[in-house]
């Protein structure tokens, strides 16, 4: 049974920083990442992470700002995100595959998710 556990989130302002962590029990996945949903809006990949770490792939909106990192040893991805804006207040998701891509189609496994707010 794989499970992920997220932690992280929170209430910042606009500028502020705050960093995501996912926690993975069961075996290691090839992909790491983090999608996010706001209300009213549909699922997105903020970003991704490959096997060695090396391979990521950004949202567009957070290239620059935001960076993905995993641990193998502890089985964690982490999400550090910087110069936070208003307009990425979401739900954030941890997910895992064993393939990788851009849609939450090709991710077999999801945390509960943490709520990220950014006042303006």
């Known amino acids: 049974q794989v499970q992920l556990v997220e932690s992280g989130g929170g209430l910042v302002q606009a500028g502020d920083s705050l960093r995501l962590s996912c926690a993975a029990s069961g075996r290691i996945f090839s992909t790491m990442a983090w999608f996010r949903q706001a209300p009213g809006k549909e699922s997105e990949l903020v970003a991704a992470v490959g096997w060695h770490g090396v391979n990521t792939d950004y949202a567009d909106s957070v290239k620059g700002r935001f960076t993905i990192s995993r641990d193998n040893a502890k089985n964690t991805v982490l999400l550090q995100m910087n110069n936070l804006k208003p307009e990425d207040t979401a739900v954030y998701y941890c997910?895992?595959?064993?393939?990788?891509?851009?849609?939450?189609?090709?991710?077999?496994?999801w945390g509960s998710g943490t709520q990220v707010t950014v006042s303006s």
């Open positions: 997910a895992v595959s064993r393939g990788g891509g851009r849609r939450s189609e090709e991710y077999s496994y």
